[in-house]
């Protein structure tokens, strides 16, 4: 059973810096896409970063320069690193997977190509 736990969220002032995480279990890990996703309150969910399975990254214009995102394929866990955050990168965050055919040399970032999610983890950044 593919299982994946995000964690690392909550409130910070802006300028601030989170690192969410994100344990994947059940599922080939070394052969996936995978990436971060988030959605605020009426709102399309939209790509924030996500990475092939080779190792190369893609990210929204509206994070490039602020986040990082990056694997540790010994303990199956994706992070994000978001510095210099703003307001507006308050949302709800869901790490995904999946290895169909959108899976290529450079990720997909919509939502649409990944078909297993997390629960999700709330980022709050105030001004």
């Known amino acids: 059973q593919v299982q994946l736990v995000e964690s690392g969220g909550g409130s910070v002032q802006a300028g601030g810096s989170l690192r969410l995480s994100c344990a994947v279990s059940?599922?080939?890990?070394?052969?996936?896409?995978m990436g971060w996703f988030r959605q605020a309150p009426g709102k399309e969910r939209e790509g924030v970063a996500t990475?092939?399975?080779?190792?190369?990254?893609d990210y929204g214009d509206s994070v490039k320069g602020r986040f990082t995102i990056s694997k540790d394929n010994a303990e199956n866990t994706l992070y994000l690193q978001m510095n210099s955050l703003k307001p507006e990168d308050t949302a709800m965050y869901y790490c995904?997977?999946?290895?169909?055919?959108?899976?290529?040399?450079?990720?997909?970032?919509?939502?649409?190509?990944?078909?297993?999610w997390g629960q999700g983890t709330q980022v709050t950044v105030s001004s």
């Open positions: 995904a997977a999946d290895s169909g055919p959108y899976c290529t040399m450079v990720p997909s970032l919509s939502f649409r190509h990944y078909n297993y």
């Open positions: 059940g599922y080939s890990y070394g052969r996936t896409c």
């Open positions: 990475i092939g399975r080779y190792g190369t990254p």
